[in-house]
Nanobody, 122 residues
Framework: QVQLAESGGGLVQAGGSLKLSCAAS????????MNWFRQAPGKEREFVGQ????????FYVDSVRGRFTISRDNAKNTVYLQMNSLKPEDTAVYYC???????????????WGKGTLVTVSS
């Protein structure tokens, strides 16, 4: 069992930056591909990006590529989402999720955090 807890959300002006963290419990953190999803009000949850087990590989959706960076520290059981050049359309609840492989669907995730709200004002 892995428990995930996101932190770092808040209110930021457009063009600003935020760094989200997701802390995991348990000793098997490095066994999982870690993912970030987001859900805007009235919309479905969408995949944002992922980082592979040792951090050697990352993938981002087009809408955030070049602005967002995912990293992980397996010694601290933590994955990060650095968000730069934020836009109002980035406003959403951000979730971290763990998967056994490089799947990118909500159905493929094994564990979820409860989310942290990011609000970007114009």
């Amino acid at each position: 069992q892995v428990q995930l807890a996101e932190s770092g959300g808040g209110l930021v002006q457009a063009g600003g930056s935020l760094k989200l963290s997701c802390a995991a419990s348990g000793r098997t953190f490095s066994s999982y591909v870690m993912n970030w999803f987001r859900q805007a009000p009235g919309k479905e949850r969408e995949f944002v990006g992922q980082i592979t087990w040792s951090g050697g590989g990352t993938f981002y959706v087009d809408s955030v590529r070049g602005r967002f960076t995912i990293s992980r520290d397996n010694a601290k059981n933590t994955v990060y989402l650095q968000m730069n050049s934020l836009k109002p359309e980035d406003t959403a609840v951000y979730y971290c999720a763990a998967a056994s492989g490089t799947v990118r669907s909500t159905e493929g995730m094994v564990y979820w955090g409860k989310g942290t709200l990011v609000t970007v004002s114009s």
